[in-house]
């Protein structure tokens, strides 16, 4: 069980990665929340976590575009036994016109930190006899879209090392995959709802379906509650040989 083992979950002070989180306080894990702010709301969030709970939940502050932060939030939690890589940024524009500096921030928060993050967990895995890596990849981890190519270059990126973090760890009781979102309902698309409806004319439901769901077969969002519900499953023991692989949570976007 996992019922007090360690979970760090990187960018997890709002949408999936606090989702996560508290799917898996709920389910006995201590948890380690992060991002780059360091404020009393931040830290409010392990406090009501823990509280909710009964679990030990803690706020470590560390910016994810820098490796020496990155693997500074590892040892400062202590424990790390389920790693969840979830931090990420986006910018949207075509390659011609692409920011030098969005590519590398992308590339950096999306892609590297879970390099150095790793790097860091694996040997506290490895002493604990017991170990879980889960990335939050991104249907753009296996897919591409327009105008995304530091995200979906950085989303590839993950998911070829899930791989190789699998490979390396596959005789012994880790494992390294990847969960791969389609559109999630988080407070940041939620609040995008307004607005497209106004420019579109059309109404919440019209939107939800034909402007942000148009790709997504199922025309539904996914939870976070969902996405703390898969992280849960690579932990349980029946994932025990689940290694290596992605796990789509998209409605059936890939499937497309
Ligand atoms: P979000 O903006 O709510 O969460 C992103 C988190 O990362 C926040 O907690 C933010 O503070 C943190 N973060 C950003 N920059 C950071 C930095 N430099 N250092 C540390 N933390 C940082 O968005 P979300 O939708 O919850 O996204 C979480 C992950 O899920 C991302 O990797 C994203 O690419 C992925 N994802 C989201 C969707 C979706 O539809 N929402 C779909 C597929 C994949």
Redesign the pocket.
Same mark, same amino acid.
């Given at each position: 069980s996992v019922k007090g083992k360690t979970a760090v979950i990187?960018?997890?002070? =709002?949408?999936?990665?606090l989702g996560i989180a508290q799917e898996l306080a709920r389910a006995g894990v201590n948890v380690v929340l992060?991002?780059?702010?360091d404020s009393d709301e931040d830290h409010a969030l392990a406090a009501e976590i823990a509280k909710e709970h009964g679990v030990t939940a803690r706020y470590i502050k560390?910016?994810?575009?820098d490796a020496e932060q990155c693997r500074n939030l590892i040892e400062q939690a202590g424990t790390c036994d389920i790693l969840i890589n979830?931090?990420?940024?986006?910018h949207v524009a075509p390659i011609d016109e692409f920011p030098t500096e969005k590519w590398n921030a992308i590339i950096a928060?999306?892609m590297t930190s879970a390099f150095h993050t790793t790097a860091a967990a694996l040997p506290k895995m490895r002493a604990a006899g017991w170990g879980r890596v889960i990335n939050?990849a =991104?249907?753009h981890g296996l897919t591409a879209s327009p105008y995304k190519s530091a995200y979906v270059a950085a989303k590839h990126g993950v998911v070829g090392m899930t791989k190789v973090v699998a490979l390396e760890t596959a005789q012994e009781p880790i494992t390294a995959n990847a969960i791969c979102?389609?559109?999630?309902l988080?407070?940041?698309?939620e609040a995008q709802i307004p607005d497209t409806m106004k420019k579109y004319d059309m109404d919440r439901d019209e939107v939800i379906k034909k402007v942000m769901l148009e790709r997504q077969p199922s025309k539904e969002f996914a939870t976070v509650e969902q996405l703390g519900g898969t992280a849960l499953f690579l932990c349980s023991d029946a994932a025990a040989q689940i290694t290596g692989t992605t796990i789509s949570v998209d409605g059936g976007w890939t499937a497309l």
């Open positions: 990187t960018g997890s002070n =709002s949408g999936i990665g992060n991002s780059f702010t560390a910016d994810m575009s979830n931090a990420g940024i986006q928060i999306n939050i =991104s249907a979102p389609g559109y999630v988080t407070p940041l698309v």
